[in-house]
């Protein structure tokens, strides 16, 4: 099992930029396909992002498509996700999690077996 810590979270004004990354415990990495989702307050949590276990096919919500880019190195264990043009909508706590079911579905958070604890990420208008 993997266990997964999220960092680079924070305040960045409309227009900026963050990268987040995911970095994951354990030798299994590469047998993950890894995501990330987001909740802000009183709202439900969705997806954002997702990568399959080589990288080679990713998922984007329409709202940050063009925007955000998610990529993984197997060799460091780390997923990241590069986000762009913040915008005060994107302000949420963001979750990285990860997969090993074979019947992964990138959007569902059901189908993600690990989950990190969140990093904060705040975009002031």
């Known amino acids: 099992q993997v266990q997964l810590v999220e960092s680079g979270g924070g305040l960045v004004q409309a227009g900026g930029s963050l990268r987040l990354s995911c970095a994951a415990s354990?030798?299994?990495?590469?047998?993950?396909?890894m995501g990330w989702f987001r909740q802000a307050p009183e709202k439900e949590r969705e997806f954002v992002a997702a990568?399959?276990?080589?990288?080679?096919?990713?998922y984007y919500a329409d709202s940050v498509k063009g925007r955000f880019t998610i990529s993984r190195d197997n060799a460091k264990t780390t997923t990241y996700l590069q986000m762009n043009s913040l915008r005060p909508e994107d302000t949420a706590v963001y979750y990285c999690a990860a997969a090993s079911s074979v019947s992964w579905d990138p959007t569902e958070p059901n189908k993600y077996n690990r989950w990190g604890q969140g990093t904060q990420v705040t975009v002031s208008s």
């Open positions: 354990g030798r299994t990495f590469s047998n993950y396909a």
């Open positions: 990568i399959s276990w080589s990288g080679g096919r990713t």
